[in-house]
């Protein structure tokens, strides 16, 4: 499967900015789909993810409560709605696709996207 994200740009802290993921090919049920980050100079992190066919969603503690996962299964695309947004937030953020249904580490996941960049200014 390819991945494609988009949806990064400049904002202010306190805007919004929603991040779309579409995926060419097939994305199974038992999959999770999920967007990891990597902001300068660190690692790569969990931010958030969601369980394909059931749609369980789960997040990061640093963005609960502010970003939001989801998915259409008809158009094969998965967002990130994030709000409240921090400088903190700064990172390339991507979209990436885990074949096993494991999500909460960068390691769980097999196929990747592009990288879309999200900047926070103070």
């Known amino acids: 499967v390819q991945l494609q994200a988009s949806g990064g740009g400049l904002v202010q802290a306190g805007d919004s900015l929603t991040l779309s993921c579409v995926a060419s090919?097939?994305?199974?049920?038992?999959?999770?789909m999920g967007w990891i980050r990597q902001a300068p100079g660190k690692e790569r992190e969990f931010v958030s993810s969601?369980?394909?066919?059931?749609?369980?969603?789960y997040y990061a503690d640093a963005v609960k409560g502010r970003f939001t996962i989801s998915r259409d299964s008809g158009k094969n695309t998965m967002y990130l709605q994030m709000n409240s947004l921090k400088p903190e937030d700064t990172a390339v953020y991507y979209c990436?696709?885990?074949?096993?249904?494991?999500?909460?580490?960068?390691?769980?996941?097999?196929?990747w996207g592009q990288g879309t960049q999200v900047t926070v200014s103070s």
């Open positions: 969601i369980r394909w066919g059931v749609g369980n969603r």
């Open positions: 090919g097939r994305i199974f049920s038992s999959h999770s």
């Open positions: 990436a696709r885990s074949r096993s249904g494991y999500y909460s580490s960068p390691s769980d996941y097999n196929d």
